[in-house]
């Protein structure tokens, strides 16, 4: 049986905390799902999703049932939970300060954020796509970590894979939106060879907010999704394939 082989970030190597960047290597799915699909809203069989979640929480090290996925709207929502939930939340980030809970979010283009304060035994996992990213989840991720204890100053953040700058045409009226927001976001913005088009930078405006917001260390993993079809699940290239459906990666961290 394969096994997933998640990416990991150096600034999480502590004891005590595990952690994972799951690709889609390692699972049990199969067609435009193949291996590691962990999207319960994809159209993907159920068992083979439950499956490949299991294996993620083997390899964190916590019960299948400990491993919390919200249910993502694109909000700057953050909650913190203390126990599993039957139903899920629909919010874009979870924060625990719970020993044996595990907290995932799942994208495909989309970022996906890990948050630990190994101090104060206290970590967050965010989903931030454009929308969550501009609204807030950041800092509503930190603002509800700080309510369990944590320092922002000694809150470490890693960034995972999504879609990089190379991959991400967006057309007028979406730069609109976000130098309306703050004229220095036009620096995340290279002109297109389509006029009238844009190359927005995900990752970079994130790592912005997150400078902004006074965290102490962070580490990009710097993978663009759209531009690796064997390890990545893509959202926008599997539109441009025009694909039936796609699968979903996990990112989650864990207290054990």
């Known amino acids: 049986m394969s096994a997933p082989a998640p990416l990991t970030a150096s600034l999480f190597d502590e004891a005590g905390l595990t952690h994972g960047f799951f690709t889609r290597e390692g699972g049990v799915s199969t067609g435009v799902y193949a291996s590691l699909n962990g999207g319960v809203g994809s159209s993907d069989d159920a068992a083979s999703v439950a499956e490949n979640r299991r294996r993620m929480a083997l390899h964190l090290q916590i019960d299948a049932q400990n491993l919390l996925v919200p249910y993502q709207i694109h909000s700057p929502d ?28 799942t994208g495909a283009d989309c970022g996906m954020i890990l948050f630990a304060d190994v101090e104060a035994r206290v970590i967050g996992a965010a989903h931030a796509g454009w929308k969550g990213a501009l609204t807030g989840v950041i800092e509503a991720t930190l603002a509800a970590m700080e309510d369990l204890g944590a320092a922002r100053e000694t809150v470490r ?100």
């Open 157 to 256: 953040v890693a960034l995972g894979p999504m879609i990089g700058p190379e991959s991400y045409e967006v057309g007028p009226e979406f730069f609109a939106r976000f130098v309306e927001a703050a004229d220095d976001h036009e620096a995340f913005f290279a002109v297109s060879e389509h006029v009238g088009h844009y190359m927005f930078d995900l990752p970079g405006f994130i790592g912005m907010r997150l400078q902004r917001a006074g965290i102490g260390a962070i580490e990009n993993l710097a993978f663009d999704t759209y531009a690796d079809p064997a390890r990545f699940y893509s959202y926008r290239r599997s539109v441009h394939k025009n694909e039936p459906d796609y699968g979903r990666q996990v990112a989650a961290i864990a207290l054990v």
């Open 78 to 105: 953050a909650l913190a939970v203390r126990q599993a939930f039957a139903e899920r939340p629909r919010c874009d980030a979870l924060v625990t300060a719970t020993p044996g809970l595990g907290l995932g979010v």
